[in-house]
């Protein structure tokens, strides 16, 4: 399996940006499809958006088009999450995942490895 390490969360007011970094380690990361979820309090994990193995297809949810954006870099083990025009509601932890199936709706199930999560909370 493939480690995961999140960085980059934090607090940020509304409006603002944050890039989140997942570092992988153990195999090959263009072995996999990468994908973010995000869990606020009280809700279930949700889809954000994923990445297939070379990085030219991404998948998004509804609620961030136009304002995040998915990329990696196979060479330096990392997936990255850019988030603009962050809101309150974009208040979560979120969570790299890598997986091996690639389809137009992408759910946790198909994601096997997880890391710990990163705190984004956006202040209003």
């Known amino acids: 399996q493939v480690q995961l390490v999140e960085s980059g969360g934090g607090l940020v007011q509304t409006g603002g940006s944050l890039r989140l970094s997942c570092a992988a380690s153990g195999r090959t990361l263009s072995n996999y499809v990468m994908g973010w979820f995000r869990q606020a309090p009280g809700k279930e994990r949700e889809f954000v958006m994923a990445?297939?193995?070379?990085?030219?297809?991404?998948y998004y949810a509804g609620s961030v088009k136009g304002r995040f954006t998915i990329s990696r870099d196979n060479a330096k083990r990392t997936v990255y999450l850019q988030m603009n025009s962050l809101k309150p509601e974009d208040t979560a932890v979120y969570y790299c995942?890598?997986?091996?199936?690639?389809?137009?709706?992408?759910?946790?199930?198909?994601?096997?490895?997880w890391g710990q999560g990163t705190q984004v909370t956006v202040s209003s």
């Open positions: 995942a890598a997986g091996t199936l690639w389809r137009a709706t992408m759910s946790s199930s198909d994601f096997g490895s």
């Open positions: 990445i297939n193995w070379s990085g030219i297809s991404t």
